[in-house]
């Protein structure tokens, strides 16, 4: 510039020579495109930000749609914004467009390609059963496919596919109707899975669409085309060396279930949290339980709090709503209870007898809670609440059901687990003399990290302390 500066400075001169030409054009030229690769590469991460911004309301509304209807929206095969369907209620498509209209959100991404929508490849004919991970796109209002007697939708189960508790080489029949989900990898990652079996994609391919410049953004293609079941995620780039501009979200079947009404042993569902976390990896591993986690009856101001059991007593209840005091003896649950208790002592303890119950205690658990292990389902489908500690006395311990566990403050005691698709929410710390164990489901952290000795058996464990995470309190 200073050379410039000196050219223009000088003075008796008439002109310029063809050489002082050449040099100013030379360093104008260098300036300039250095400010508009600038203005380009800050283009660049607007529209990536953006991209995620659209892709996150785009969850929501599916999340919200899922929530009023009972089933999920079918892919737009005519460009009008709007799902298609079969006469016999099945999708047109497995795999097109985003059906924005009907969800009420954005059609485009910011360089104006479409968003596609990829749901389960056995969408488009009559599920098996309503185990089949077909049956959350299965609008079929008398759900003729339900193993529940359902007569309406949701025509999906609690156990519907993908479910924690199938192996990932398990052919059985039944672990067969989760035939047709996919698979995201990491971009130049290693060969483990962001998330597998999900029954439900959505993708943006970034500026240039199909085909793809990168070899993952060509088979994001071939996933959108309908041949392919494992799509890429990754940084997004516009560099010609590393150019990679496609990303997703998706669904998890926990995620489905938690905002479907009906579905859940507890009976919520139909909205989750006001603000659903963001994922780091994009997609969702399931949301943590808010605070409506037990059943409204363990809130009714109405039920008297009773005397009670004290050391060396025992009580019995089959299918009851009891608030029921101090335990410091032992209560035996039968049948589907709703209990709230104001602390389980030492000494205490509550046998759940293979039913689905809901427990609330409002200050400390440091007796136990444990399942018959001769239960023929497998265990009942249990939600407990902690408002204080898990102390270090404390333990639960249940079989294989699909349970939700929330601790306000420490976990100080043990928990375990059979096979089930369990959630475990702790607000608070987790003590060295803690520990937990399962065989499938999502461990969300609100504090410290966890020694990975501590743990064992989930299919993830959230820390909420990372900045990335937005868990919302239980």
């Given at each position: 510039?200073?050379?410039?500066?000196?050219?223009?400075?000088?003075?008796?001169?008439?002109?310029?020579?063809?050489?002082?030409?050449?040099?100013?054009?030379?360093?104008?030229?260098?300036?300039?495109?250095?400010?508009?690769?600038?203005?380009?590469?800050?283009?660049?991460?607007?529209?990536?930000?953006?991209?995620?911004?659209?892709?996150?309301?785009?969850?929501?509304?599916?999340?919200?749609?899922?929530?009023?209807?009972?089933y999920l929206p079918c892919p737009d095969t005519d460009g009008d914004g709007k799902e298609n369907r079969e006469g016999d209620n099945?999708?047109?498509?497995?795999?097109?467009?985003?059906?924005?209209?009907?969800?009420?959100?954005?059609?485009?991404?910011?360089?104006?390609?479409?968003?596609?929508?990829?749901?389960?490849?056995?969408?488009?004919?009559?599920?098996?059963?309503?185990?089949?991970?077909?049956?959350?796109?299965?609008?079929?209002?008398?759900?003729?496919?339900?193993?529940?007697?359902?007569?309406?939708?949701?025509?999906?189960?609690?156990?519907?596919?993908?479910?924690?508790?199938?192996?990932?080489?398990?052919?059985?029949?039944?672990?067969?109707?989760?035939?047709?989900?996919?698979?995201?990898?990491?971009?130049?990652?290693?060969?483990?899975?962001?998330?597998?079996?999900?029954?439900?994609?959505?993708?943006?391919?970034?500026?240039?669409?199909?085909?793809?410049?990168?070899?993952?953004?060509?088979?994001?293609?071939?996933?959108?085309?309908?041949?392919?079941?494992?799509?890429?995620?990754?940084?997004?780039?516009?560099?010609?060396?590393?150019?990679?501009?496609?990303?997703?979200?998706?669904?998890?079947?926990?995620?489905?279930?938690?905002?479907?009404?009906?579905?859940?042993?507890?009976?919520?569902?139909?909205?989750?949290?006001?603000?659903?976390?963001?994922?780091?990896?994009?997609?969702?591993?399931?949301?943590?339980?808010?605070?409506?986690?037990?059943?409204?009856?363990?809130?009714?101001?109405?039920?008297?709090?009773?005397?009670?059991?004290?050391?060396?007593?025992?009580?019995?209840l089959t299918d009851g709503n009891v608030n029921i005091g101090r335990i410091a003896g032992g209560l035996f649950l039968s049948g589907?209870?709703?209990?709230?208790?104001?602390?389980?002592?030492?000494?205490?303890?509550?046998?759940?007898?293979?039913?689905?119950?809901?427990?609330?205690?409002?200050?400390?658990?440091?007796?136990?809670?444990?399942?018959?292990?001769?239960?023929?389902?497998?265990?009942?489908?249990?939600?407990?609440?902690?408002?204080?500690?898990?102390?270090?006395?404390?333990?639960?311990?249940?079989?294989?059901?699909?349970?939700?566990?929330?601790?306000?403050?420490?976990?100080?005691?043990?928990?375990?687990?059979?096979?089930?698709?369990?959630?475990?929410?702790?607000?608070?710390?987790?003590?060295?003399?803690?520990?937990?164990?399962?065989?499938?489901?999502?461990?969300?952290?609100?504090?410290?990290?966890?020694?990975?000795?501590?743990?064992?058996?989930?299919?993830?464990?959230?820390?909420?302390?990372?900045?990335?995470?937005?868990?919302?309190?239980?």
């Amino acid at each position: 510039m200073k050379t410039m500066i000196r050219l223009l400075a000088k003075k008796n001169q008439n002109g310029f020579t063809l050489v002082e030409i050449a040099i100013v054009l030379a360093i104008l030229g260098f300036l300039s495109a250095s400010i508009v690769g600038g203005i380009g590469a800050f283009r660049d991460s607007a529209d990536f930000k953006q991209d995620e911004r659209q892709l996150k309301d785009i969850k929501e509304a599916l999340l919200s749609f899922v929530a009023v209807n009972g089933y999920l929206p079918c892919p737009d095969t005519d460009g009008d914004g709007k799902e298609n369907r079969e006469g016999d209620n099945t999708c047109t498509s497995s795999n097109d467009e985003l059906p924005f209209a009907d969800l009420g959100t954005h059609s485009k991404n910011p360089w104006g390609n479409p968003y596609y929508y990829l749901v389960n490849q056995g969408a488009d004919s009559v599920p098996a059963s309503s185990f089949a991970s077909a049956s959350y796109f299965y609008s079929d209002p008398n759900c003729t496919v339900s193993d529940a007697g359902k007569t309406t939708p949701p025509c999906f189960e609690l156990g519907t596919y993908p479910v924690a508790s199938r192996s990932a080489n398990d052919t059985s029949s039944d672990a067969l109707e989760g035939v047709g989900n996919y698979d995201v990898k990491v971009m130049n990652g290693d060969a483990d899975n962001l998330v597998s079996d999900t029954p439900l994609v959505v993708l943006s391919l970034g500026s240039n669409g199909c085909p793809g410049v990168a070899d993952e953004e060509q088979n994001n293609c071939d996933a959108k085309n309908g041949t392919s079941q494992t799509l890429y995620k990754g940084q997004q780039s516009r560099q010609d060396n590393d150019f990679f501009d496609d990303t997703l979200i998706w669904l998890t079947a926990l995620e489905i279930k938690r905002f479907t009404p009906n579905v859940l042993p507890d009976g919520s569902g139909g909205g989750g949290n006001d603000d659903p976390p963001d994922d780091p990896a994009g997609g969702g591993s399931g949301y943590v339980p808010n605070q409506n986690l037990i059943d409204a009856g363990l809130q009714d101001e109405n039920l008297e709090q009773g005397d009670g059991i004290h050391n060396n007593d025992n009580e019995s209840l089959t299918d009851g709503n009891v608030n029921i005091g101090r335990i410091a003896g032992g209560l035996f649950l039968s049948g589907n209870n709703i209990v709230r208790t104001e602390e389980l002592h030492n000494n205490g303890e509550i046998e759940l007898n293979c039913g689905d119950n809901a427990i609330q205690i409002d200050e400390t658990l440091a007796g136990q809670i444990y399942e018959s292990s001769l239960c023929e389902n497998g265990g009942g489908n249990n939600s407990i609440r902690i408002e204080e500690d898990l102390h270090n006395n404390g333990t639960i311990t249940l079989q294989d059901g699909n349970n939700l566990i929330y601790i306000e403050e420490t976990l100080a005691g043990s928990i375990s687990f059979g096979s089930g698709n369990n959630t475990v929410y702790i607000n608070g710390n987790f003590h060295n003399n803690g520990s937990i164990s399962g065989s499938g489901g999502v461990l969300y952290i609100n504090k410290n990290p966890i020694p990975t000795s501590k743990i064992s058996g989930f299919d993830q464990v959230v820390y909420c302390s990372d900045p990335d995470m937005d868990c919302p309190d239980g």
